[in-house]
Structure formats: C-alpha cells, structure tokens
C-alpha cells in the first residue's frame, strides 16, 4: 500500500478553458426571431382585416441573414378566387404601409382555409 496515491486512470485530459464569449451574436438572433414573430401576428391581424374572422397564421421559417427575413403562411377564408385576389392586393397594399410589416422582409404566402 502507497501513501502517494496513482493518477485516476480513463479520465480525459482537462478541456482547455473557455475564452469570452461573444453574446451580442446570440443577442441580435434572439432580436432577429422576436422582430419576423411581431409580423407574424401583426400580418394575421391585418389579414383578418382584409378576408374576415377565422385566419390562421403560422411561421414556415426564418432565416438570421439574408432576404427574406421569413415566411409567413396566412390560411384565409375562401369564398371566390376573384374575391380572393382582390383580397391579396388589398392585403399586400396595406403591409406595405404598415409600420411593423414595411420593416421586416417577410414572404406572405396567402391560401384558402381548409374547413
């Protein structure tokens, strides 16, 4: 029996100590996703504005760089397709004024509500 004890053996070399992080990429992302989620529900809003009650909106994806900033899918009550058309243009016409949607470069992809 030693008094000096062994080296534990199987243990992994210590891992190098972690430097600065930099969170203001982490922070910027985070801002990134809230920004395209406020047009989300700013667009169903405004969507149930133009095509009436029961819009369902959801997020089809969000890019951190680059055009688009996300995709939006805005399920809208479908009564005719000339009725419908008339209801994009509207649509789109106002989200270009509008001071949330005018800000984040959003793909709107309008369809019919499924019943």
Do not use: K, N
Request: overall charge positive; aromatic content about 6%; glycine content about 8%.
């Amino acid at each position: 029996m030693s008094i000096v004890p062994r080296p534990a053996r199987g243990l992994l070399p210590e891992p190098s100590h972690p430097g600065v992080l930099d969170r203001s990429r982490a922070t910027a992302v985070a801002r990134h996703r809230w920004e395209v989620r406020a047009a989300q529900w700013r667009a169903r809003e405004l969507a149930e504005e133009v095509f009436g009650p029961g819009v369902v909106a959801a997020m089809a994806g969000v890019r951190p760089g680059g055009f688009p900033a996300g995709m939006i899918t805005l399920d809208v009550p479908f009564r005719s397709l000339e009725t419908h058309r008339s209801g994009e243009a509207r649509f789109l016409s106002s989200a270009w004024r509008d001071p949330v949607l005018s800000r984040v470069p959003i793909l709107f992809i309008l369809g019919p509500r499924e019943d």
